[in-house]
């Protein structure tokens, strides 16, 4: 069965500082998407960064960039420059090409610190 | 652009009754997605349409949930009936493509958080 694993339940930051989530995954499919989800506190969830498997290149949006190790099947988010609207739960998502399938890991409750 | 809608936000229900979520997604996209997430847990789909139809139900449990989306826009979940281990918060997600597997982005709804007691 497909999984995602995030082995950090909490984590905290100082502002500006750097920090970087783990998710580990489990498949056999050589195709497929991996994507990162913010949710803050009483808001909606949203995407942070979108990877595709055969692409070799990291995903990054502004402060936000993945480390994507395929045969290791890891998948870190590194968070640059914290700030305080970051904090969230953070949820690591796979999607294997040509499904239907979406799996979710639970979560890293992330607060960043003034 | 107005963002996926959800209501009611919040639900509290005895055990054995019934209940119903509504869900408006964007509009133009093709698929929708219910997810359940348990305190502690991360979202897990339980259905998807593409447009009207159903293209995935494999963790519905279809003996008390149902699902309909209704001329390819608007949905609704229902359970009837409910048990204590439905509680939890039940998101709406929607998707432009039409296309299986295309790691599309997905824009989720705020949520109807659900207490079952």
């Known amino acids: 069965a497909q999984t995602v694993t995030q082995s950090q339940p909490e984590m905290s930051v100082q502002e500006a500082e750097t920090v970087t989530l783990s998710c580990t995954y489990d498949?056999?499919?050589?195709?497929?998407?991996l994507f990162w989800y913010k949710q803050p506190p009483s808001r909606q969830m949203i995407l942070v960064i979108r990877?595709?498997?055969?692409?070799?290149q990291n995903a990054t949006e502004n402060r936000f960039s993945v480390n994507f190790q395929k045969a290791a099947k890891s998948f870190s988010l590194k968070i640059s420059d914290s700030q305080l609207g970051d904090t969230a739960m953070y949820f690591c998502?796979?999607?294997?090409?040509?499904?239907?399938?979406?799996?979710f890991g639970t979560g890293t409750r992330l607060k960043v610190l003034a | 652009e107005a963002g996926v809608a959800q209501s009611p936000r919040y639900k509290i229900i005895e055990k054995r009754q019934s209940v119903a979520f509504w869900c408006n997604p964007i509009?133009?996209?093709?698929?929708l997605y219910w997810y359940q997430q348990i305190l502690g847990q991360g979202p897990k789909l339980l259905i998807q349409?593409?447009?009207?139809?159903?293209?995935?139900d494999s963790q519905l449990p279809k003996d008390r949930f149902s699902a309909e989306r209704l001329k390819g826009v608007d949905s609704t979940l229902k359970i009837q009936p409910a048990k204590l281990e439905d509680s939890a918060v039940y998101l709406c997600?929607?998707?432009?493509?039409?296309?299986?597997?295309?790691?599309?982005?997905?824009?989720f709804g705020p949520g109807t958080r659900l207490t079952v007691l």
């Open positions: 990877q595709e498997a055969y692409k070799q």
């Open positions: 349409f593409q447009n009207n139809g159903v293209v995935d």
């Open positions: 997600a929607s998707s432009l493509g039409g296309t299986s597997g295309s790691g599309d982005t997905q824009y």
């Open positions: 509009s133009g996209h093709a698929t």
């Open positions: 998502a796979f999607h294997p090409s040509g499904t239907y399938k979406y799996i």
């Open positions: 498949t056999s499919e050589n195709n497929y998407y």
